[in-house]
């Protein structure tokens, strides 16, 4: 009992330090800046229209580390650096097109696929409908695909919408996040994980022993959108047979085409281009100096790269545009922070978070180094299970990092992330906001964005909530991400509520309460928790 009294008198002495929130008069500084002379639009549409799509290591790419460096610089900023770590080839998508052209000429929904080759021209030969989910089913299709457009998923019924296109959270929506879920560790959903992880690799294989000429995957999504995605980026697993992801309705009549007569023809030309220049990407970070060298730092950050469906709008060019807003926010209004201030754009995100784990072994704490490459997918799933942790000297001085990765809607709140302590302290951050409708403390975790695995090493780190839009149901990674869906008052909100969240974490006289660090399994799991991403 005598215990628990010192633990509880203990947290109480902190909590309320930690706690200390940054004056109204310095909120209304950040909100008039945030509104009347914002630039997070304009900074997302340079992000999104001028240079388009950002696949890590690709040309755009390489053109928005530069620009975001400039903005930095421009806006004050000091220290103003990028970062580098293995990563792989560059890709990009000059153009592509597929037909069919038999029994009659149709236009095709689709786009090439993450990684896969170009066709070196059109090329045009007959599908043959052959599902593979595994590769104990290569054995039913060996020797038959040769010559063949092969078409790898199996077509499925269709699809009725579970949710609207476009919501906001309401209250109740609000409500069920703050509930406290235990931790669990399931090896078998591990070991599920890494078999699918691998089957993109043995497919690529397959194909190519077999002779076929190209093959289409179906989109995961009704309404003719279309993708991309792939992973094998490492120099040495390009797949050498050129593949589509095509949408979901053109998939299926051809499907039913070749199971109720002669086998559609298709011409698929797809122009695309590696870029093998620099191996290594990028993150870039930059900082406002904090008056205070033994206070640690704060940190905000969201991934600059992208899919090339669409623009990389929402995901995340809005993310990046409101940590990039709220950089200019605070070096615009003259408010010195304490703690320095650290502001980072991620790279390789979209693969396997690679940027933020990168800062990770730089910087914070190092996990058992591999034995062999991993896939991206593997690192992904594994990352968090190997053990021991062994923390770096930085590692106590980053008290507090805030990550935005859920599109452009309004901030609502923040996931607690587990951590009990740090609820009262972020209702009285958030407490300013509440006419904003930004007032929900969620006890939740969540995943699959760039916090994720800080808060796996025993960083105070953080998500914030966002109203979805429609950001998971049409946007995401689609050809839809586009500047067009996003939505500005709610992106100069959020860029508001992260400008003072850092400044709070940046003044506050305690640094955030934290976590133990993970020593098994199960205390931190990387697939405990909603999916954010």
Do not use: C
């Amino acid at each position: 009992m005598r215990t628990f009294l010192l633990a509880t008198a203990a947290f109480l002495s902190i909590a309320p330090a930690a706690a200390q929130s940054i004056d109204p008069a310095t909120v209304g500084i950040l909100v008039d800046q945030g509104t009347s002379h914002s630039e997070v639009m304009t900074t997302a549409e340079y992000l999104a229209d001028v240079i388009g799509p950002r696949m890590t290591n690709s040309p755009a790419m390489r053109e928005a580390e530069a620009w975001t460096q400039e903005k930095f610089k421009g806006w004050g900023l000091t220290n103003v650096h990028k970062e580098g770590f293995e990563f792989g080839r560059g890709w990009w998508i000059e153009k592509s097109s597929v037909r069919m052209v038999a029994p009659r000429p149709v236009q095709l929904t689709a786009i090439p696929i993450a990684w896969t080759p170009a066709t070196s021209g059109p090329v045009t030969a007959p599908v043959i409908v052959a599902p593979m989910r595994s590769a104990g089913d290569f054995a039913q299709w060996k020797g038959k695909l040769a010559g063949k457009i092969v078409l790898v998923s199996a077509p499925g019924t269709g699809s009725e919408p579970k949710e609207p296109d476009f919501q906001r959270l309401s209250d109740e929506d609000l409500a069920k996040l703050d509930v406290y879920e235990e931790p669990t560790w399931d090896p078998g959903k591990l070991d599920q994980s890494l078999a699918r992880a691998k089957f993109e690799g043995q497919l690529a294989k397959f194909l190519a022993e077999e002779g076929a000429t190209a093959y289409v995957s179906r989109s995961r999504s009704d309404g003719k959108l279309v993708h991309g995605e792939g992973y094998l980026h490492h120099v040495g697993e390009t797949p050498k047979v050129p593949g589509v992801e095509m949408a979901a309705e053109d998939y299926r009549r051809l499907v039913r085409l070749a199971w109720t007569g002669k086998a559609p023809t298709l011409e698929i030309d797809s122009n695309v281009h590696f870029d093998d220049s620099d191996p290594q990407a990028y993150n870039v970070i930059a900082d406002i100096k904090g008056s205070d060298p033994k206070a640690g730092y704060v940190m905000a950050g969201a991934h600059l790269d992208s899919w090339v469906a669409g623009d990389g709008a929402a995901d995340n060019g809005a993310g990046s545009a409101m940590v990039m807003e709220a950089a200019r926010i605070i070096a615009a209004s003259g408010i010195k922070p304490k703690r320095t201030i650290r502001f980072a754009l991620w790279a390789g995100e979209e693969q396997s978070l690679y940027g933020s784990i990168a800062y990770i072994e730089q910087h914070l704490a190092k996990r058992p180094a591999w034995d062999h490459q991993p896939s991206a997918d593997e690192f992904y799933y594994s990352w968090a299970t190997r053990f021991p942790i062994t923390p770096l000297p930085g590692h106590k001085d980053l008290v507090a990092y805030f990550n935005l990765d859920n599109g452009s809607g309004k901030i609502r709140g923040v996931y607690a992330e587990n951590n009990m302590a740090v609820v009262p302290i972020f209702k009285e951050w958030l407490a300013p906001f509440a006419s904003m409708g930004a007032s929900t403390v969620a006890i939740q975790k969540t995943e699959g964005t760039d916090h994720q695995f800080m808060q796996a090493v025993g960083i105070p780190a953080f998500q914030f909530i966002q109203d979805p839009l429609d950001y998971e149901t049409r946007v995401h990674h689609t050809q839809l991400d586009t500047f067009d869906h996003l939505k500005a008052a709610d992106m100069r909100q959020g860029a508001i509520v992260l400008a003072a969240f850092l400044l709070d974490a940046a003044n506050a006289r305690e640094p955030l309460p934290r976590l133990p660090i993970p020593t098994q399994p199960g205390v931190t799991d990387p697939f405990a928790g909603p999916q954010g991403k």
